[in-house]
């Protein structure tokens, strides 16, 4: 089982609706989660990041967070053309000297 | 905002080479990190620092040698360059080893 899974997508919305992406994640112990958003040929750039159960909404974005079910999401309202991108979903580990990367889920956005 | 600059964003270079790729970043940083991204295969870690002169190996690190004598700077070097080594070579930092890395633009290597 890898660290960190992500659907590699590519997952098609439509323009203005709600784009949601899963993580899951095997290390209980994880500590800290981010999204980072990759356009093709360009380096990933973070979006958010969170730490805390729970939502945390950022603009457009809203992080979810569930420890105990091992997963983190990342929700994109009002999806626009300009978020067809890949998405890479990333923790710290217990041992927290590095960062865990997912293979990302491809988002395509629709007009 | 931190910036990190790579050296540069096209490089090819010859099988056997031995090839340098400089990676600097401002905002002292105390940990720095280098990626390969190949399609399919998602970002693999290949050495990170902690500190001036100290290094960890990642995930791949065979091949490949890290020289870190500035805080600021973080080399990463191809011994003898192979077409397996062609890919999108990715430098980061971050303030601790946990938290929040930021990019720099890549370097996409073509070996032939």
């Known amino acids: 089982q890898k660290e960190v899974e992500q659907n590699s997508g590519p997952l098609s919305v439509p323009e203005g609706a709600i784009a949601s992406l899963n993580c899951t994640y095997s290390?209980?112990?994880?500590?800290?989660f981010f999204w980072y958003r990759q356009y093709s040929g360009k380096s990933p750039e973070l979006i958010m990041f969170?730490?805390?159960?729970g939502d945390k909404e950022d603009g457009r974005f809203t992080a979810q967070l569930n420890k105990a079910s091992q997963y983190v999401s990342l929700l994109i309202r009002d999806s626009q053309p300009s978020d067809s991108a890949t998405y890479l979903c990333?923790?710290?580990?217990?041992?927290?000297?590095?960062?865990?990367f997912g293979g990302g889920t491809r988002v395509l956005v629709k007009p | 905002d931190v910036k990190v600059t790579q050296s540069s964003r096209y490089l090819v270079k010859r099988t056997g080479e031995k090839v340098f790729l400089e990676c600097v970043q401002d905002?002292?940083?105390?940990?720095m990190f280098w990626y390969r991204q190949d399609p399919g295969l998602g970002l693999r870690l290949i050495y990170f620092s902690y500190d001036v002169k100290m290094k960890e190996k990642g995930d791949i690190p065979e091949g490949y040698s890290v020289s870190r004598e500035k805080k600021e700077r973080f080399s990463l070097i191809l011994e003898s360059a192979s077409t397996n080594q062609t890919s999108m070579y990715l430098c980061?930092?971050?303030?601790?080893?946990?938290?929040?890395?930021?990019f720099g633009p890549g370097t996409r290597l073509t070996v032939t």
């Open positions: 905002m002292d940083h105390e940990n």
């Open positions: 980061a930092s971050s303030l601790g080893g946990g938290d929040e890395q930021y």
């Open positions: 969170i730490y805390s159960n």
């Open positions: 990333a923790l710290r580990g217990a041992a927290g000297n590095k960062l865990t």
């Open positions: 290390d209980r112990g994880s500590q800290s």
